[in-house]
T-cell receptor
Framework: DGGITQSPKYLFRKEGQNVTLSCEQNLNHDAMYWYRQDPGQGLRLIYYSQIVNDFQKGDIAEGYSVSREKKESFPLTVTSAQKNPTAFYLC?????????????FGDGTRLSIL | GQQVMQIPQYQHVQEGEDFTTYCNSSTTLSNIQWYKQRPGGHPVFLIQLVKSGEVKKQKRLTFQFGEAKKNSSLHITATQTTDVGTYFCAGQETSGSRLTFGEGTQLTVNP
């Protein structure tokens, strides 16, 4: 979606290195999400945030960290503790409210190990 | 925790044939959403179902939500090559809570 920008599109990580994936949205969405997608697999939730300065672990948070200092930004750091980081990472955002809101996705970042 | 299962994992059809993917949740859902991901692309929202027994149509696509709000299906009539991609269902247990995605059904259409 044009309103969510992920960068870089491709990223390579060296052994023992931390890398940070960027996600910015201009949709004025309250909530932001990070998913990991492996080949032929579904989307697994890493972290999500429904409000600035607050975030919750998803199903596979180990080896990852996030911050939410601004409403528009939700960067994901893949730490050296994540032993199998090669995957397609998708960022999404949505409104939050009593009604159920669809999620809008960025174009993704493909992370590989050197 | 909540689990959402989707079958089949893969489906190959000839153009013009029908296609159906099924989604089952381990818990009762508040709503279910469907997304389509084209090869090399990102998931795009298709539709949301909220009411028990709800049926919605989008041209050749028909979406159903089960009476018990634990299962759903997507049916495509007379597939076209433009239907190629992976179809995901995603459920919410309560309104405003996180989505849990199924593993998706990858559809290929032979012309």
């Amino acid at each position: 979606d044009g309103g969510i920008t992920q960068s870089p599109k491709y990223l390579f990580r060296k052994e023992g290195q931390n890398v940070t994936l960027s996600c910015e949205q201009n949709l004025n969405h309250d909530a932001m999400y990070w998913y990991r997608q492996d080949p032929g697999q579904g989307l697994r939730l890493i972290y999500y945030s429904q409000i600035v300065n607050d975030f919750q672990k998803g199903d596979i948070a180990e080896g990852y960290s996030v911050s939410r200092e601004k409403k528009e930004s939700f960067p994901l750091t893949v730490t050296s503790a994540q032993k199998n980081p090669t995957a397609f990472y998708l960022c999404a955002s949505s409104f939050v409210g009593n009604s159920n809101q669809p999620q809008h996705f960025g174009d993704g970042t493909r992370l590989s190990i050197l | 925790g909540q689990q959402v299962m989707q079958i089949p994992q893969y489906q190959h059809v000839q153009e013009g044939e029908d296609f159906t993917t099924y989604c089952n949740s381990s818990t009762t859902l508040s709503n279910i959403q469907w997304y389509k991901q084209r090869p090399g692309g990102h998931p795009v929202f298709l539709i949301q179902l909220v009411k028990s027994g709800e049926v919605k149509k989008q041209k050749r696509l028909t979406f159903q939500f089960g009476e018990a709000k634990k299962n759903s299906s997507l049916h495509i009539t007379a597939t076209q090559t433009t239907d190629v991609g992976t179809y995901f269902c995603a459920g919410q247990e309560t309104s405003g809570s996180r989505l849990t995605f199924g593993e998706g059904t990858q559809l290929t259409v032979n012309p």
